[in-house]
């Protein structure tokens, strides 16, 4: 093992949170002056899955970058009541802020988020110019539309061309066609409200908050006002994952920001979601690290200090 850990608590308006540090054991290297914070992705607490927030950390901080993870206000140990990754700004300024307590040499810090702790980094980067970069895993970009659109694409279209299918459609098995006439309908329905509502303001101003832009589309407004460098990391059998790839990364927003700010787009093969496979997961570690570690020798936008979240 070459770190160590602790655990600490600190608070999120007047409630407890709970934190855990990695902190690397090579007291030969340089004073750290990046730290990793995991985002978790909810509902979900410090440990992750297959606990693979716990493995990220360590492998990090084996690599000489400090990692944290904690618990949300409402998850985990952590009191209060639970909230939606929109309303978590202030719990992850509270972490950052006790982060950068526990390891008094960092400056800055990678946000790595899963899920909707993707998403919810993408919605916090502009607001704190402590953050120097973004890790997404299968970001969080859900509507209702999108999920149709993919489940038809990625599932009824492959079905299509499934032997099973047609040797039971042959033998007079017909297959239920209820969820297809009923994902269809979603998808037309979605279709006509769109080109029936007023088309939106130019959304070119920096300072445009993008309010009534769909989630996909708001996701990737933000991720290009905060000027961070960022990587994404995409399952190859995740809906979620796929969802994204057809809802966001083609929009003008996403292109924006990943032409100018991107690392890149990597693909996981046979992983799920949450990344179970152990050799995705180990994959999923390294890589973050990689990317965390080159975000690092990259020179700060802004200089250290935390702007007030409005």
Same mark, same amino acid.
């Given at each position: 093992m070459k770190h160590s850990e602790r655990a600490f608590q600190f608070e999120c308006q007047g409630e407890p949170l709970v934190g855990i540090v990695s902190l690397p054991l090579d007291a030969t290297a340089p004073p750290p002056e990046v730290g990793l914070l995991i985002v978790v992705g909810g509902p979900q607490y410090r440990v992750g899955s297959h606990r693979l927030f716990v493995r990220l950390a360590r492998r990090a901080a084996d690599q000489g970058l400090p990692a944290m993870r904690f618990d949300y206000r409402g998850m985990g140990d952590a009191l209060g009541e639970m909230r939606t990754f929109e309303s978590v700004d202030d719990d992850l300024r509270a972490a950052i802020d006790a982060f950068l307590r526990e390891v008094p040499t960092l400056r800055r810090v990678v946000l790595w988020g899963l899920c909707d702790g993707a998403s919810a980094s993408c919605f916090y980067a502009p607001r704190d110019p402590r953050v120097g970069g973004l890790i997404l895993v299968n970001p969080w970009v859900h509507t209702t539309e999108g999920a149709a659109a993919t489940s038809l694409r990625h599932y009824y279209?492959?079905?299509?061309?499934?032997?099973?299918?047609?040797?039971?459609? +042959?033998?007079?098995? +017909?297959?239920?066609?209820?969820? +297809?006439?009923?994902? +269809?309908?979603?998808?037309?329905?979605?279709?006509?409200?769109?080109?029936?509502?007023?088309?939106?303001?130019?959304a070119n101003a920096r300072h445009d908050s993008a309010a009534g832009l769909p989630l996909p589309q708001r996701t990737g407004h933000q991720l290009s006002l905060s000027g961070v460098p960022v990587a994404v990391v995409l399952s190859d059998d995740d809906k979620v994952a796929r969802e994204f790839e057809g809802r966001a990364l083609p929009t003008p927003q996403w292109q924006r920001a990943l032409q100018a700010?991107?690392?890149?787009?990597?693909?996981?093969?046979?992983?799920?979601?949450?990344?179970?496979?152990? &050799?995705?997961?180990? &994959?999923?570690?390294?890589?973050?690290v990689t990317w965390a570690l080159q975000m690092a020798s990259q020179a700060p936008r802004h200089p250290a200090h935390p702007r007030p979240i409005p």
């Open positions: 279209l492959q079905r299509l061309f499934s032997g099973a299918l047609w040797k039971k459609v +042959l033998s007079g098995q +017909l297959p239920r066609i209820g969820p +297809l006439l009923k994902l +269809l309908g979603t998808v037309v329905r979605s279709r006509v409200s769109t080109w029936a509502r007023p088309p939106l303001p130019a700010q991107s690392i890149g787009v990597t693909h996981l093969a046979q992983a799920d979601h949450t990344v179970t496979s152990p &050799e995705a997961r180990a &994959e999923l570690c390294q890589l973050s």
